[in-house]
Nanobody, 125 residues
């Protein structure tokens, strides 16, 4: 059973930084698509940053240059470093993973089937 546990959310002022962590278990880490998604109140869920089995990352246009996705294969932890945070980054952030498909297209565009419980990020102006 895949388990994903997020941590690191919180409240910061605009311009601040946070680092989210996702501890993963029950999966072969570097064979899975993994990523961070977010959902703000009243809005749909969107993919923020994703990584495929080759280590290639893609980002939501609005976070490019500010957010960095990385993973520690030895510790099975996925990180999202978020810098220069803006109020519009306020959302519940979810870690997600999927091992059904190995194709790069799915990793960077598909809807994943394993989700963590989420961690709240609030950015005040």
């Amino acid at each position: 059973e895949v388990q994903l546990v997020e941590s690191g959310g919180g409240s910061v002022q605009a311009g601040g930084s946070l680092r989210l962590s996702c501890a993963a278990s029950g999966l072969t880490y570097n064979l899975y698509c993994m990523g961070w998604f977010r959902q703000a109140p009243g809005k749909g869920r969107e993919g923020v940053a994703r990584i495929d089995s080759d280590g290639i990352t893609t980002y939501l246009e609005s976070v490019k240059g500010r957010f960095t996705l990385s993973r520690d294969n030895a510790k099975n932890i996925l990180y999202l470093q978020m810098n220069s945070l803006k109020p519009e980054d306020t959302a519940m952030y979810y870690c997600a993973a999927d091992g059904r498909y190995s194709g790069s297209w799915f990793c960077h565009n598909g809807q994943y089937n394993n989700w963590g419980q989420g961690t709240q990020v609030t950015v005040s102006s």
